[in-house]
């Protein structure tokens, strides 16, 4: 499972894909905390991060 004996690795290196993907999305032109908020609230918005 994901949450036993590397558990903090794991989960870093999800955060650094995620936030990898936030830097590259690029239709926003806003910080990469303001995209976490947004793709948050907005299901297209998370698409298209997804799809970066």
Do not use: C, W
């Not at 999800?14 to 609230?41: D, I, W």
């Amino acid at each position: 499972p994901i949450n036993r004996g590397h558990a903090a690795e794991n989960f870093s290196t999800f955060r650094h894909v995620g936030l990898n993907q936030l830097k590259r999305e690029s239709t926003l032109k806003a910080s990469v905390r303001r995209k976490q908020r947004r793709a948050a609230m907005d299901t297209e918005y998370l698409d298209k991060v997804i799809r970066a």
